[in-house]
């Protein structure tokens, strides 16, 4: 069965600061992994993706993701982070045999000026 | 207007009662879905369509029917709510070739 997990419900970071929001992932097939931005009352926004090729996938906003297959993670980092990216952000994977989706339970970010 | 839309934005109804949501996308996506959103749960995922008249079921099926008869329309019957059924709903579409998807605005549920 597939599943995700955002270990965090909440990260805090200075504006300036690099930050991390962790993501780990379980499949049985090959993963397709996402990351989706929520701001307030709004739908999800995509952010980034990973199907194949280089590990390190850049997205929207600056935003970048790790693809980490032995440790079965895909961490989404930032060098600076904005007092603009505080939102609640949902990490999602699709094995590559269906295509039913599961998210995380998300992670609020918050950037502190 | 091209995009995803959802309505009502905001419904309020009683236990028993049937409801529906409408989801429409005007980019022809094969995929559409059907999430919940509640608290400390995430996203979840109820019934997804690979296209028209091809529909199936995700993690919290129960208690809800959808239907596709159309590509760009994707509805969602509540066939007798339940207070459990209280959440914010959120349509989306997305092509086999991108694996991106697009989330309407949502629709936020009250059942009493």
């Known amino acids: 069965a597939q599943s995700v997990a955002q270990p965090e419900d909440q990260v805090n970071v200075a504006e300036g600061n690099p930050l991390t929001v962790k993501c780990t992932y379980s499949v049985s097939g090959n993963p397709y992994l996402f990351w989706y931005v929520q701001y307030p009352n709004r739908g999800l926004q995509f952010l980034l993706k990973?199907?194949?090729?280089?590990?390190l996938v850049k997205g929207s906003y600056g935003f970048e993701a790790e693809f980490n297959k032995s440790q079965t993670s895909f961490h989404l980092k930032k060098p600076s982070a904005l007092v603009s990216d505080s939102a609640l952000y949902f990490c999602?994977?699709?094995?590559?045999?269906?295509?039913?989706?599961?998210f995380g339970t998300g992670t609020r970010l918050k950037v502190l000026a | 207007d091209a995009g995803i839309t959802q309505s009502p934005r905001y419904k309020i109804t009683e236990t028993g009662r049937q409801v529906t949501l409408m989801c429409h996308q005007t980019w022809s996506h094969s995929y559409m879905f059907w999430y919940r959103q509640d608290l400390g749960h995430g996203l979840r995922l109820i019934y997804y369509?690979?296209?028209?008249?091809?529909?199936d079921k995700g993690e919290v099926p129960d208690g809800y029917v959808v239907s596709r008869s159309k590509t760009e329309n994707f509805p969602l019957t509540l066939e007798s709510a339940t207070r459990s059924q209280t959440s914010v709903y959120f349509c989306?579409?997305?092509?086999?070739?991108?694996?991106?998807?697009?989330f309407g605005p949502g629709t936020r549920l009250t059942v009493l």
């Open positions: 989306a579409s997305s092509d086999w070739a991108t694996n991106e998807q697009f």
């Open positions: 369509s690979a296209a028209a008249d091809i529909t």
């Open positions: 999602a994977v699709r094995d590559s045999g269906t295509y039913k989706y599961i």
């Open positions: 990973y199907i194949t090729g280089d590990n």
